[in-house]
Structure formats: structure tokens, C-alpha cells
């Protein structure tokens, strides 16, 4: 399922490893993880101007075509201000500025909200969530961010194009192939119908991957609940290490098909807010197209398994 390259530098490592379907390369250095770049997060619990908390949504938020906006639970969608997609919404998660740990009923509400936003579009819908400033909220509300093109973005167009290519090579899917595989293996995190891993060349810091076992967001339905807690589990475990901010996206093909994709989600933690705006994404991530990861997937994978409590640089690899 990937190659793995590895370098000694004294007592440290540096891997390059490269995911054999699609190509993408990353490197792992853990000893970074000593310059301590990530510092406590201090949450932002008040914010007089944010047009997304309760007082300011109705005035400040369009509405789509209907005149109306979805409303689910706490949450509220509505077409995004500023698109860069041919369909692209806003559903703000919860009424509260600030959320200590979002309530399965919220984030199904939101997950709800964005999928009867994104129907019938016509296009390869993604459902997103930045969240906190320092993973690129503009907005620190919690917020998701729904976009349906013509064609997928980069990532979901390798993997929908490489799957069928994979069954013709090996009589077999991809995806049910790399389940079982990871199943096996220190990456595995949890879950059985949405199967929850490590990724094994993770394009951004403690990349954790749920797979689906449809393909299309109409199919998604039955889903939600069962993914709304593992999305909330990996958060928790997000939490225990010590990050806040994440990247998430959970991509769909559009229509269904034999193809043999799967949906599925990447979900990335981000460097937690900072008053120096240090980004934890440099010239390697942004230009390069290779990401610099600290934190080996295995690690990962013994943090969610309870047996390591911290991930830790240097000493475990001597």
C-alpha cells in the first residue's frame, strides 16, 4: 500500500514514504517535535462582531435562492459570502462562540444541514470544517463549509480515477484491500462499517482517515450518526495530545457508480492559535506539494489504543 524510506541521523530518523495508488510523498522527521512549536490554546470566548454568533447571523448572513436558510437543530446554513466553488455553503455549527466538545446532536445537525445544502448539485461535493484561525478560519465560530464542483479537487479526482485502475490490476478493490490491511497493522484506530486509521502517508500532522462504505453523499444518510462519533472521537483524541485546531474534509463522488471509490475523510490537527501567527505549513507543504509530518501514524494509532499516553520525540526511538 506504500513504500516507506528511511534515514538514520544519529539517534533520530527522517522517512520519506510514498502511498503506491496515488504517488503523494511525505516526510516524517519526529525529532522536529523538540523546537515545541505548538503552545497551550487560550480560547477566544467572546466575540462582539462575529456574524455568525446568534445576535448577528440573520443580519449579516445571505439566504439562498427561496429566501430561506436551513435550519437543523442549532445549526443554520446558508450560501457562502465569498465562493470559490460553482456550489458552496456555510452551516454554523453551534450557537455558541466558543464549544469545549461538540455534542453528537450538533455535529449531526451540521453534517445534515451541509448534505441537503450540497444535494442535487450536480457536481463531486466535499463537506468541510476549518476550525480555529491558525487551520485557516477566517471565522473562529465553528462553521462547516460545503463545495460541489463540475470535477473533484486534486485529491478525490487521484483516488477516483486510480480505483478502477487498482481493480484492473489486481482483480480487487482498493479500499477493501487497504482495510484489511490496516486493520492489521499499529495504524488502525477504530470502527467497523466506517473503519478509522492513521494514515499511513499522512499529508498534514496526525492525518487520521475514516472510510466509508459507500461512495456518494446521497448514500451518506444511514452514515451520519455512526460518523458524527467517530469525528467527534478523533477530536477528543486531538484534545488529549494537546491540539484544537484541525483540517477536515470528507469527499464524495458524484454519482454512484463502479468506479470502486469509497467516500472518505481526511482529518488533519493544525498548530493551535498564536499570537506570533507561526503556521505549522511552510514553503514544503505550500509549494513543494510534500508535506514535513512530526508524528508517526503507529504512534497514533498506540495513543488511541491507550498505550501511549503522550507522543513523544527522541527517546522512543533510541
Not at 297 to 310: I, T
Request: negative net charge.
Amino acid at each position: 500500500m506504500f513504500t516507506v524510506t528511511e534515514l538514520s541521523h544519529g539517534k533520530s530518523i527522517l522517512q520519506l514514504r510514498q502511498e503506491s495508488l496515488t504517488g503523494l510523498v511525505c516526510k516524517i522527521s519526529p525529532e522536529r517535535r523538540t523546537r515545541g512549536l505548538d503552545t497551550p490554546y487560550i480560547p477566544e470566548r467572546l466575540a462582539e462582531n462575529c456574524p455568525f454568533c446568534e445576535k448577528n447571523l440573520l443580519s449579516q448572513t445571505p439566504v439562498f435562492e427561496n429566501g430561506n436558510r436551513i435550519c437543523i437543530g442549532e445549526s443554520i446554513t446558508f450560501p457562502n459570502k465569498y465562493p470559490f466553488a460553482e456550489r458552496h455553503t456555510v452551516t454554523v455549527v453551534t450557537r455558541d462562540h466558543f464549544v469545549e466538545r461538540f455534542t453528537k446532536s450538533q455535529v449531526m445537525d451540521a453534517l445534515e444541514g451541509q448534505a441537503i445544502s450540497l444535494r442535487g448539485s450536480g457536481g463531486y461535493p466535499s463537506i468541510n470544517w476549518n476550525y480555529l484561525p491558525s487551520a485557516g478560519a477566517s471565522i473562529a465560530h465553528p462553521h462547516l463549509q460545503g463545495l460541489a464542483d463540475r470535477r473533484p479537487s486534486y485529491l478525490a479526482g487521484r483516488y477516483i480515477d486510480e480505483s478502477p485502475r487498482y481493480r484492473a490490476g489486481n482483480g480487487s478493490s482498493y479500499w477493501e484491500d487497504l482495510i484489511i490491511h490496516e486493520k492489521n497493522t499499529e495504524r488502525f484506530l477504530f470502527g467497523d462499517e466506517i473503519c478509522w486509521m492513521a494514515h499511513a502517508v499522512p499529508l498534514g500532522e496526525r492525518e487520521v482517515r475514516g472510510i466509508l462504505p459507500v461512495a456518494t453523499l446521497e448514500e451518506f444518510e444511514p452514515y451520519r450518526e455512526l460518523f458524527a462519533k467517530g469525528l467527534i472521537r478523533v477530536m477528543d483524541l486531538y484534545r488529549h495530545l494537546g491540539t484544537h485546531a484541525f483540517n477536515m474534509s470528507l469527499f464524495f463522488d458524484s454519482k454512484k457508480n463502479d468506479n470502486d471509490f469509497r467516500a472518505f475523510c481526511s482529518i488533519i490537527c493544525r498548530i493551535n492559535p498564536n499570537a506570533a501567527s507561526m503556521s505549522d505549513s511552510a514553503f514544503m507543504e505550500r509549494i513543494h506539494l510534500e508535506p514535513v509530518i512530526l508524528t508517526l501514524p503507529e504512534e497514533l494509532g498506540k495513543v488511541c489504543r491507550g498505550e501511549l499516553s503522550e507522543v513523544r520525540p527522541a527517546a522512543i526511538y533510541e
